[in-house]
């Protein structure tokens, strides 16, 4: 049984992996934590039984520690994720980290050249690899069954609600993480994955945003909730994103599986705001949604903390106004790999829900898959028979695609063999180095020629 520290216990430090070790205490446990925020730290404490005097406000502070853990799983901020992941591994820790690995190539190999110095174990969470989809379109791959691969044209297809979210609003709003890479750097690893080879050649091409304060709507106030004249039309309402729920709703609206979720959704989408306002407390109490994207706004779980928090925070403000914002809107994305795959990546902040479309060529058939929310759908066709195949992939609830645990539990089972992960920090290089490039061509306007690296 392995036993690991978390560093950094927000959204994913608490509730994505080591809620394994919850539902099945035989995987593992989490012996301690570092998490600068009182109120997050104790929250993790209370969930996972940690002790006092194994919960720490600072990473230095749990590092210090004489080893106490197997693991270390890291999931700070995107800018801090090189120095507690270096002191981790020089610690002894085998380290789980989140992505992206690090803001620029240099850190990159930082990284990958400590865990071979350490001789530690270094994943990164590139859950998407793990996912229902996803591991069945490479074992379709792998088969042979449409041959050589020749293209592969995939989109990350980011709904206008969860753009607005994340990455005007959100952490990531400043392009000191990029976009591409902080969202994408996923698809990115996806690609390598299924194209078998590094890659040799980069050119991208970026939008700036249209959420600016030029393009702000006449007579809008600085905060939603304020009385904003455009409420009713405008689709980036606060209000009604995170009060109401509405964006996320009408996007789980459209889920076909599992059976008569799509239905309820859109059910639930009218009937809560008459619901909040019920007099019956119970009713109003299961109405109450605390888990994200609400999450990120107040840490306060009552209405008049969301209230507040859309007062006076960014997350209230008119998505117009937020100033500092300047993620592009959308990225487009060209590889020539060096075994011939040609390879086409959107991103896009657009969508009339969250979804990923992905196509695989080969000399023999072609693979088509979607992946929404919930629920995905494979088809491969053969060129010889012309038969079209729909290959079954279950639908998940994790939000990613049901990769979460089983690439937990593929690192933890690489610490039980002393193994590598599928997705070594190593492995992982690649993505990052494609975004880094990528970058480049969209600023500088010139094809990127990547080195030959070891892999």
């Known amino acids: 049984m392995q036993s690991g520290v978390v560093i950094g216990a927000g959204d994913r430090g608490y509730d994505a992996y080591t809620t394994l070790f919850v539902d099945d205490p035989s995987?593992?446990?989490?012996?301690?934590?570092?998490?600068?925020?009182?109120?997050?730290?104790?929250?993790?404490?209370?969930?996972?039984?940690?002790?006092?005097?194994r919960s720490f406000e600072t990473w230095q502070e749990l590092l210090d520690e004489p080893r106490m853990a197997d693991f270390a799983l890291i999931a700070t901020g995107d800018t801090q994720h090189v120095e507690p992941t270096l002191a981790a591994l020089e610690a002894g820790y085998h380290v789980l980290l989140e992505k992206p690995m690090a803001l620029d190539d240099v850190d990159c190999l930082r990284l990958v050249?400590?865990?071979?110095?350490?001789?530690?174990?270094?994943?990164?969470?590139?859950?998407?690899?793990?996912?229902?989809?996803?591991?069945?379109?490479?074992?379709?791959?792998?088969?042979?069954?449409?041959?050589?691969?020749v293209t592969i044209q995939?989109?990350?297809?980011?709904?206008?609600?969860?753009?607005a979210h994340s990455y005007v609003r959100g952490h990531t709003r400043n392009s000191r993480v990029p976009w591409l890479l902080q969202k994408s750097c996923h698809d990115l690893d996806l690609i390598?994955?299924?194209?078998?080879?590094?890659?040799?050649?980069?050119?991208?091409?970026?939008?700036?945003?249209?959420?600016?304060?030029?393009n702000a709507p006449d007579g809008a106030p600085l905060h939603c909730i304020e009385g904003c004249p455009h409420s009713a039309g405008c689709p980036y309402d606060a209000v009604s994103m995170y009060r109401d729920l509405a964006p996320l709703l009408a996007d789980v609206s459209m889920a076909r599986r599992p059976l008569g979720m799509g239905r309820g959704a859109?059910?639930?989408?009218?009937l809560r705001p008459w619901l909040q306002r019920m007099p019956v407390e119970p009713v109003r109490r299961r109405m109450e949604w605390w888990r994200w994207p609400v999450?990120?706004?107040?840490?306060?779980?009552?209405?008049?903390?969301?209230?507040?928090?859309?007062?006076?925070?960014?997350?209230?403000?008119?998505?117009?106004?937020?100033?500092?914002?300047?993620?592009?809107?959308?990225?487009?994305?060209?590889?020539?790999?060096?075994?011939?795959?040609?390879?086409?990546?959107?991103?896009?902040?657009?969508?009339?829900?969250?979804?990923?479309?992905?196509?695989?060529?080969?000399?023999?058939?072609?693979?088509?898959?979607?992946?929404?929310?919930?629920?995905?759908?494979?088809?491969?066709?053969?060129?010889?028979?012309?038969?079209v195949r729909r290959i079954p992939v279950a639908p998940a609830f994790d939000g990613h695609g049901g990769g979460e645990r089983r690439m937990f539990r593929d690192f933890l089972g690489a610490l039980e063999s002393d193994g590598t992960p599928l997705t070594s920090a190593r492995e992982s290089y690649e993505s990052h180095r494609i975004a880094f490039a990528a970058m480049r061509s969209a600023s500088e306007g010139v094809v990127v020629d990547l080195p030959d690296v070891e892999h």
């Open 27 to 53: 995987a593992g446990r989490v012996v301690g934590v570092a998490e600068p925020d009182p109120g997050r730290r104790d929250r993790f404490a209370r969930r996972y039984g940690v002790g006092g005097a």
């Open 113 to 149: 050249e400590a865990a071979d110095r350490t001789g530690r174990i270094l994943a990164v969470c590139h859950v998407y690899r793990f996912s229902n989809l996803f591991h069945r379109l490479h074992e379709v791959i792998s088969s042979g069954a449409i041959g050589d691969v």
């Open 154 to 163: 995939q989109s990350e297809n980011v709904a206008y609600w969860h753009y």
């Open 192 to 214: 390598v994955w299924m194209a078998g080879a590094p890659a040799a050649k980069v050119s991208s091409f970026l939008r700036p945003t249209q959420l600016t304060e030029a």
């Open 266 to 270: 859109a059910a639930l989408r009218h």
């Open 295 to 387: 999450s990120a706004v107040t840490d306060d779980h009552t209405s008049q903390g969301l209230d507040t928090a859309l007062r006076t925070s960014r997350w209230g403000r008119c998505v117009y106004r937020i100033e500092d914002n300047d993620q592009p809107s959308s990225q487009v994305v060209s590889i020539s790999f060096r075994n011939g795959v040609n390879a086409s990546f959107t991103l896009q902040s657009n969508s009339h829900r969250t979804m990923r479309y992905v196509r695989v060529d080969g000399t023999r058939g072609s693979a088509i898959g979607h992946l929404y929310a919930f629920d995905a759908d494979l088809a491969v066709a053969d060129h010889k028979s012309g038969r």
